[in-house]
């Protein structure tokens, strides 16, 4: 059982930045992946990053050279990192820890202005 706990969204200008923190309830070490989502409303939530126990990663084509995903063991935290934000890049971002069992953040709001 693992849960995760979201925070660093906000709102924040079109070029600007903003690191996402997700806390797991327990070590990293015992989970095969971690990952961030994002999910407009009215829309299917959809990957951004992942990153597995042995450290590869998996990013969306939309996000590409703008974000990373890391992590922090001693912390039990997974970091997103996003550059260069862009409006389209507004939605709610899930922590995720999985993929079976699967666990899901509450989500945080990540608001890009124009």
């Known amino acids: 059982q693992v849960q995760l706990v979201e925070s660093g969204g906000g709102l924040v200008q079109f070029g600007g930045s903003l690191r996402l923190s997700c806390l797991a309830s327990?070590?990293?070490?015992?989970?095969?992946?971690m990952g961030w989502y994002r999910q407009v409303q009215g829309k299917q939530r959809e990957l951004v990053a992942t990153?597995?126990?042995?450290?590869?990663?998996n990013y969306a084509d939309a996000v590409k050279g703008r974000f990373t995903i890391s992590r922090d063991n001693a912390k039990n935290t997974v970091y997103l990192q996003m550059n260069s934000l862009k409006p389209e890049d507004t939605a709610v971002y899930y922590c995720?820890?999985?993929?079976?069992?699967?666990?899901w953040g509450q989500g945080t709001q990540v608001t890009v202005s124009s």
């Open positions: 995720n820890a999985g993929p079976y069992p699967t666990y």
């Open positions: 327990r070590s990293m070490f015992s989970i095969t992946r």
């Open positions: 990153i597995t126990s042995g450290g590869s990663t």
